[in-house]
């Protein structure tokens, strides 16, 4: 008996040490590994037929985009090139120099709200400026061959089509060459059209399917497409205007049992021969052909997903978060235009895109590129700074000639070149959409760590902001400094009662936001003098508004009444953590009724991206619960089935009155980041104060993600940032330094201690602190 008790011992003492020694190996062998490609399991698969364009499987590479769709023995390709704009001048004349911002006070001041909208409200309703669709390629299959399927291979970056007899249409855009090349293999197309923009519009008349809310292609008034053929390739020459002329290209070559099609898309904006271009660019590679252009292009993708990705367990929010990453590698690269509403997938359809695929920088713009900074895809954020970098001297001339003031601004609403589109003036002419912008360029700088960048890019575009800004603030009776005119998107519509009480509280979370990253941006470039400069000047804007208990207002006396779409007046919250969950009694205070306010005014007027964005902002303030709500209800009622964000509900279960189909980008990406938002965090309790951001690992995780993980997701501060949890408990993590400095990491571990590999840890509070140099790597295991 006393040897079995000893021998019963002897066992229980080498199983612990054996459980030990597994979870141990468990979590050191998260050490090192590579970001995955995403699992086949969660490629975009659709079942034919799709009979509309914006349920299409989307393709692209930064610069052309595509539409993969169709049914039974008919395939489409739709076509489109980020850069084809009509840029013509609603009115044909620069009308934002006569109607200025101040004539626009004055009229406000006295009641002329008619005339204001129809100053700034009726170039909006002109044709021009649009985006342009760019026609699209329509493959006719001998009657038998019924199309299965679609997929989209997220990994490959390859549109596939499936049919009932094993024949198998491949789409590629190459990552590397700005050509397109679709394979056609088990069997011979009876035909291969190209189709011009009226093309589709001739078709659309006689009862194509397909949704928009744009105007229609032949409100342009262009000539008809020249048209021509040889051999084996066929093209057509759109003349557009303002010089602009494209030509589509397509050449094909019967390789044994493949037919090879080469795409293009070139212009005016490329050479003056665009056409000898064009026809250049697809004879070369269909002499490479599909296996030798795939090569270099799965090779691009491959180092695209391996800068991170996220492991959640649940399917249909991995699927969104991957396809939405895609987006990024699709549609935005750093020498292409930047995403527009639509990004390179414009309707095809006959029509104009909805809401003219304009840049909205009252959101959408803004919001579209909230995501790549922590999944570090800075070549594709670069895309939108790079433009805004560009246009400075337009900007420098709209802030002169409209606001009458120094530095620059970009319009709310603007066209590709950067001029105003107008709508609704309370916003699409609001100086604060700048400032928002200019956020971007701080996001930009704290999570790359990107010394050069600030001092060269960031802060002389945000300083320009910061000018103009201080052009227009001007102190009221007890100094505080106040807009001449002030809104809240898009409360109160266009109406007079959207004129608010500057500042309204969204304008001073974003002049506020602004100053204080321009202090600190200026004190890392040692420009002390004007540190302080943006210091006073925020300090100057006084505070925000609330009710008695917190609530935020609209403005200092308008209260929020009703259900909306824009979280404008909270806005504070998130993005610009302005107001948080570390700030104090006060802060806390300011969420919590705030958040009881629109709670308790429901969602009827909300729409997919409110749902995306609240997930994020409740993320942020640490509620798990209600962010993954949120987000769960995003993605089962506001994503058409190829994933796309559609603005309405649309299962039509009450979620929102707006059932309405447009789709725009941005509420996807706000999606993907209210993922990483759970996942991790590392924003400054201390807004406007130099490397203070504080790292948390699995912040805001739901409990039904109690097996989750990440990799080399990006920390301010230029870190990278790996971790595994289990069982609701974080079991490893792993930061790399970009820079040489402290690294801080809140201790959210619920009692464990973590084992560090490097010494010299400290607590201070809540928060582990070590010093790093450059490259060096920090990792914390649980036992």
């Known amino acids: 008996m006393f040897k079995k008790k000893i021998s019963v011992m002897f066992n229980a003492k080498y199983l612990i040490l054996f459980l030990f020694l597994i979870n141990s190996f468990g979590a050191v062998a998260q050490k090192g590994k590579m970001p995955e490609l995403p699992k086949p399991c969660y490629n975009l698969v659709l079942q034919a037929p799709i009979n509309t364009w914006d349920e299409a499987i989307p393709l692209g590479n930064g610069l052309m985009g595509g539409l993969l769709w169709g049914e039974n023995n008919t395939i489409r390709l739709s076509l489109d090139r980020g850069d084809l704009w009509d840029d013509r001048t609603s009115g044909g004349k620069e009308w934002w120099k006569e109607h200025t911002y101040q004539k626009t006070a004055d009229l406000i001041a006295q009641k002329k709200y008619d005339l204001v909208n129809d100053w700034w409200d009726s170039p909006y309703s002109g044709v021009t400026p649009t985006k342009l669709p760019a026609g699209r390629i329509e493959i006719k299959l001998p009657v038998s061959e019924i199309v299965k399927n679609f997929e989209l291979n997220l990994s490959t970056a390859e549109g596939i089509a499936r049919f009932n007899s094993n024949a198998v249409i491949k789409v590629m855009y190459s990552a590397i060459q700005p050509v397109i090349l679709l394979s056609i293999k088990g069997t011979i197309a009876d035909s291969i059209n190209l189709l011009s923009t009226m093309d589709v519009y001739r078709r659309k008349n006689m009862g194509e399917k397909g949704l928009s809310s744009g105007g229609s292609i032949n409100n342009l008034g262009y000539p008809e497409a020249e048209k021509g053929k040889s051999g084996t390739a066929q093209w057509y020459i759109q003349q557009a205007a303002t010089g602009l002329k494209y030509c589509v290209y397509l050449q094909s070559k019967q390789i044994n049992n493949e037919t090879l099609l080469a795409i293009t898309i070139t212009s005016t904006n490329d050479t003056s021969d665009f056409l000898s271009l064009a026809s250049q660019r697809c004879i070369t590679a269909l002499q490479k052909g599909y296996d030798d252009i795939q090569r270099t292009h ?34 935005s690269r750093s020498d292409a235009p930047p995403m527009p509403l639509q990004g390179v997938w414009t309707a095809d359809n006959g029509t104009l895109p909805p809401w003219k695929g304009d840049y909205h920088n009252d959101l959408n713009t803004q919001m579209t590129y909230i995501a790549y900074q922590e999944a570090g895809r800075f070549d594709e954020g670069d895309s939108y700074l790079n433009f805004l970098w560009g246009r400075r001297k337009v900007f420098k001339d709209f802030a002169k000639d409209f606001y009458g003031t120094g530095g620059l601004a970009c319009p709310g609403v603007m066209s590709y070149s950067g001029q105003p589109l107008g709508g609704w003036g309370q916003y699409s002419m609001s100086p604060t959409m700048s400032a928002w912008s200019a956020h971007l360029f701080y996001l930009h700088w704290l999570y790359t760590a990107d010394e050069k960048f600030l001092k060269e890019k960031a802060y002389p575009w945000c300083s320009g902001v910061g000018e103009c800004m201080l052009g227009l603030l001007k102190p009221d009776e007890k100094g505080i400094l106040k807009l001449p005119l002030s809104s809240s998107p898009e409360f109160f519509d266009n109406s007079p009662k959207a004129w608010l009480k500057p500042n309204s509280n969204y304008d001073l979370m ?19 003098a004007e540190a302080k400069k943006w210091s006073e000047a925020a300090s100057a804007l006084g505070d925000f508004h609330t009710k008695t208990d917190g609530t935020l207002l609209l403005d200092a006396v308008t209260d929020l009444s009703n259900s909306h779409r824009h979280l404008s007046n909270i806005i504070g919250l998130y993005p610009f953590n302005l107001v948080t969950a570390e700030g104090g009694e006060k802060d806390t205070r300011i969420i919590s009724s705030s958040l009881k306010k629109w709670d308790s005014l429901g969602t009827s007027q909300w729409c997919g991206y409110t749902f995306s964005w609240m997930s994020c902002l409740q993320a942020r303030i640490g509620n798990a619960g209600a962010a993954i709500k949120d987000l769960d209800i995003f993605v089962k009622a506001f994503v058409l089935r190829n994933g796309f964000h559609a603005n309405g509900d649309q299962t039509k279960s009450g979620y929102s009155d707006f059932t309405y189909r447009p789709f725009t980008l941005e509420g996807n990406f706000l999606a993907s980041q209210a993922v990483q938002e759970m996942l991790l965090q590392s924003w400054s309790p201390a ?7 504080i790292i948390r690992i699995f912040p805001a995780t739901p409990k039904k993600w109690a097996n989750a993980s990440f990799r080399n997701l990006r920390a301010e501060g230029g870190y990278k940032v790996s971790a595994s949890r289990k069982n609701s408990k974080t079991i490893w993590f792993s930061i790399t330094s970009g820079k040489t400095g402290i ?34 790597v920090l990792e914390g295991v649980f036992n």
């Open 687 to 693: 807004p406007g104060k130099i490397n203070t951001g």
């Open 510 to 528: 974003c002049l506020k936001m602004l100053f204080l990253f321009l202090k600190e941006m200026a004190t890392a470039c040692n420009k002390n």
């Open 743 to 776: 690294v801080r990491i809140k201790d959210n571990f619920n009692g464990q201690k973590p084992k560090w590999n490097l010494p010299n840890v400290r607590k201070k509070g809540t928060v582990y602190q070590i010093n790093l140099a450059k490259g060096q």
């Open 298 to 331: 799965v090779q691009w993708w491959k180092k695209f997903w391996e800068q991170s990705s996220v492991s959640v367990p649940d399917t249909a929010i991995q699927k969104q978060y991957n396809l939405v990453q895609y987006f990024y590698g699709a549609a």
